[in-house]
């Protein structure tokens, strides 16, 4: 008995000695993923139509803006925004100019890619808002509990409400989209 026992232990061992490495040597393995940029995108310019003098509104969309994030974030957020100028045409009289107090704008819900929230600032035509100015921007769409990459493209609609006192001309005013 005690012969098999020590044979046991021996064979137990010999065992164990050949599943246990005599020795090992690990290797810790790094890499970088490095993130992109957020940006912004919108059309060079946009045509509303026309009306004739007399006509309280008009309204019209102003084509695609795309946000595009490729920082791959962990958790992260944006917001975009928008602000205009005075529309005026001429010399920019008060009877030429439709100034930001009769313009609106909406956002209007957009297509999104990715994982996150996404919400639009407007998301119809009946919420459009006043335009903001540089120094006090409109909200247009933001993001939140962003992870990874992630894209947004919406098709504003703008609203000009037209003074009855203006004059007929070509009207001309600049938007400006901002992501942060």
Request: net charge positive; glycine share 8%.
């Given at each position: 008995m005690?012969?098999?026992?020590?044979?046991?232990?021996?064979?137990g061992g010999l065992i164990l000695a050949s599943i246990t490495p005599a020795s090992g040597a690990e290797t810790i393995v790094t890499f970088t993923l490095g993130g992109g940029n957020l940006t912004i995108s919108a059309p060079a310019t946009a045509t509303l139509g026309s009306v004739q003098t007399g006509t309280p509104s008009l309204g019209g969309s102003l084509g695609n803006i795309v946000v595009t994030d490729a920082r791959g974030t962990n958790n992260g957020s944006w917001m975009a925004t928008?602000?205009?100028t005075n529309f005026v045409t001429g010399g920019g009289t008060p009877a030429e100019t439709i100034t930001l107090s009769n313009i609106r704008y909406a956002s209007l819900t957009g297509t999104a890619t990715g994982s996150g929230t996404f919400t639009a600032g407007q998301a119809n035509a009946g919420f459009a808002a006043l335009l903001g100015s540089q120094a006090s921007p409109l909200t247009a769409?933001?993001?939140?509990?962003?992870?990874?990459?992630?894209s947004v493209t919406w098709n504003p609609t703008l609203i000009v409400n037209i003074p009855t006192n203006a004059v007929a001309g070509t009207y001309q005013g600049?938007?400006?989209?901002?992501v942060a």
């Open positions: 005690r012969r098999l026992l020590t044979l046991a232990l021996v064979v928008v602000y205009g769409y933001t993001a939140t509990n962003l992870f990874g990459n992630n600049t938007l400006v989209h901002n």
